[in-house]
């Protein structure tokens, strides 16, 4: 009777994650509650792993903060976090920002053509965006089908410098950057970045966040002198 009395009081505490595993849980006055949290994580880079970087996001509800490990990956857990969040990076070798707006938990790189995707979503300066994040008009303004478009509007101004019209998602696909332990081992999206790196000065990357920003409609590349 006692070894029954035993095994239903693990399994009734087990749904309270007190029998091994299962979610986060806080007890307050007696009352188990489970802490809920938002998980975000992806590579950052602009060609090279951007190694030691800080990242910060911001959403609807909640913050986090972390550093990027050495080969540019990144993880967070925002606590009662809500969608949609902003997420900002600044490169510690010249303190530029990059970021990105991400609708859905999981994958969510930083590279200088999220950093473009975003601009050209919400048709501003997303220094000022990430500053002071209004969730209601990014929930509004960011949408599957918006997304589509403003990738399409990237890679058209960008094609005069390199062809990303086959990188499925500038948001979410897989990237392994270059490190500076194994300068050759970034796979296809980095050696975009890579090429964009090389290709584009500082100028004609602000001119095309510029453009990204004015444009009603994309109808032809930047110009590659």
């Known amino acids: 009777m006692k070894s029954v009395l035993a ?24 009352v188990v509650t489970t802490v809920a949290g938002l998980n975000l994580s992806g590579t950052a880079a602009t060609g090279m792993a951007l190694s030691g970087a800080p990242v910060n996001v911001k959403c609807r509800t909640g913050s986090s903060t972390t550093t990027t490990a050495s080969d540019g990956g990144f993880a967070l857990t925002i606590t009662g976090g809500a969608l949609p969040c902003v997420l900002q990076i600044i490169n510690p070798a010249d303190g530029k920002k990059l970021h990105a707006i991400t609708i859905n938990a999981g994958t969510i790189n930083l590279t200088p053509l999220t950093d473009m995707l975003s601009t050209r979503l919400m048709r501003g300066d997303m220094r000022t965006i990430f500053a002071s994040p209004d969730a209601a008009a990014i929930e509004k303004t960011v949408t599957a089908a918006a997304i589509k478009q403003a990738q399409t509007d990237v890679s058209l101004t960008l094609l005069n410098f390199i062809d990303v019209s086959k990188l499925p998602d500038f948001y979410s696909t897989p990237l392994k950057a270059a490190t500076a332990a194994n300068t050759g081992g970034g796979d296809v999206q980095d050696k975009l970045l890579d090429a964009l790196k090389a290709k584009m000065s500082v100028a004609q990357q602000t001119q095309a966040l510029e453009l990204l920003v004015r444009a009603i409609a994309v109808g032809q590349p930047l110009d590659n002198p």
Do not use: D, K, M
């Open 7 to 30: 095994l239903t009081f693990c399994v009734y505490t087990a749904l309270l994650a007190a029998c091994g595993g299962g979610a986060s849980t806080s007890v307050s006055s007696g």
